[in-house]
């Protein structure tokens, strides 16, 4: 009698295991397009990621690189003082999109250029993402602005 008992608990254990381990690596599938890492422009030119991967550049939009193309297209670099990345963006930027003002962007990196999706901008003249001020914080460009 004892040893069905512990027999049958054994089976429990297990089947609650491999649910434990299915489950997880379910959520983990599901995840795997909506995790976007951050990077900085050195970092994206220090470890070039794969076109396929899906991640986010953050910076100041380098003075005198913006250019408007055609239709919606418009292309500029991202720089976070210590490297550069020319960006192509094909939609309508935010308002506050401007030289010398700081920006993350999410995309893909493709043959030396940063294709964006999705482009965000600072909301007011004082918020800048805490990841882009790190990332300048490192090259040593960001100075805290005055009260």
Known sequence: MKSLKKQRRIQVIAVAI????????????AMRDGI???RAPSQVIAEPPGATE???IGGLVEEGTLVRGESETVSFNVTDGGA???VTY?????DLFEENQG???TGRYVNGVFEATEILA??????????VIDA????GVYVEPES
């Open 103 to 105: 920006m993350v962007g």
């Open 36 to 38: 976007n890492f951050f």
């Open 54 to 56: 899906v991640f986010r």
């Open 18 to 29: 491999v649910a434990l381990i299915a489950s997880t690596a379910l959520i983990g599938y």
């Open 122 to 131: 600072k909301h007011d003249e004082t918020y800048m993402p805490t990841e």
């Open 84 to 86: 550069s990345v020319p």
């Open 90 to 94: 094909r939609g309508v930027l935010p």
């Open 136 to 139: 300048l914080k490192e090259q």
